[in-house]
């Protein structure tokens, strides 16, 4: 009966700091989930559990052990989840306000309808024609990470998507074809643009700085890359700094709608 008496003198600041706290949790493992991160922080949880076990059962040997891991385990961590607090940081600082909405229909108690407007069906329908005549590309889709730091390294544009529009761009003679695209809702915002290579993953030898590039942007930041390869013609779709070659471009027209959404 305590209980709920205790339920019942909640502040509003108490509702609020548990709905914080549950966004803050929510956040840190869509940043982890899918990559050997979410394993460590699983592990981390099972840590701190047992410290607060031990802690409260009064076993003081194997709390002050537990404890001291805890406390200078702080060190390790910001090395090991260093891409992942990257990521994050940059998805709290985006100078980007104008996606401010979008950031809220992330919030699924909170969602609204539509969804990036990006033609995924023309950018991949650019890309098949380019896979038939092994024409390299390499596009990245912004969302809610700002990428202007990175669309300052090439030329800025502002140009519809179109299947014409991202064919011309990565002819081979174009002028425009070295380097990155950048797409945010249907606007093609840079060409040229520089990417951070991955210099640690392991990634098939027919893979060259085009995949490495993609690996690099997607792992520093939420974005989502396609890339062409110029030697087989394969199509790759990036996210998390992990990759899937696809044949059945149906499917990945999908997987693309689905994480712009």
């Known amino acids: 009966m305590n209980i709920f008496d205790d339920i019942l003198n909640l ?14 949790l929510y956040y ?3 940043l982890v989930k899918g990559t050997v991160a979410i394993n460590i922080f699983l592990g981390i949880i099972i840590i701190y559990g047992a410290w607060k076990l031990t802690e409260f059962l009064n076993m003081e040997l194997l709390s002050g052990i537990f404890g001291g891991f805890m406390r200078v385990g702080i060190i390790a961590l910001i090395v090991v989840f260093q891409p992942e607090i990257r990521k994050f940081l940059l998805m709290v600082g985006s100078t980007n306000f104008s996606r401010r909405r979008k950031f809220l229909k992330q919030l699924k108690f909170l969602k609204t309808e539509g969804t ?5 069906d023309a950018i991949i329908s650019a890309c098949n024609k380019m ?33 014409p529009i ?14 990155a695209i950048i797409i945010s809702n249907n606007i093609v915002k840079a060409t040229r643009v520089i990417l951070p290579v991955n210099n640690e993953k392991h990634i098939p030898q027919r893979f060259g ?7 690099g942007v997607t792992e520093k930041t939420d974005a989502l890359a396609l890339a062409v390869s110029e030697e087989t013609g394969h199509i790759s779709y990036f996210k998390d700094g992990e990759f899937v070659v ?12 689905n994480d712009l959404a």
């Open 11 to 24: 502040r509003f600041i108490d509702y609020l700091d548990v709905v914080l706290v549950a966004l803050l």
């Open 166 to 179: 991202i064919e011309s761009i990565f002819f081979k003679n174009s002028p425009l074809h070295d380097g």
């Open 246 to 257: 696809f044949e059945d471009t149906t499917e990945l027209a999908k997987m693309i709608k």
């Open 209 to 215: 700085l085009r995949h490495r590039a993609a690996i």
């Open 116 to 120: 990036n407007e990006s033609d995924v």
């Open 28 to 30: 840190l493992y869509k």
């Open 131 to 163: 896979s038939m005549s092994k024409t390299g590309a390499l596009i990245v889709f912004e969302r809610n990470n700002n990428l202007d730091f990175l669309s300052e390294s090439g030329d800025e544009m502002n140009i519809k998507v179109t299947q």
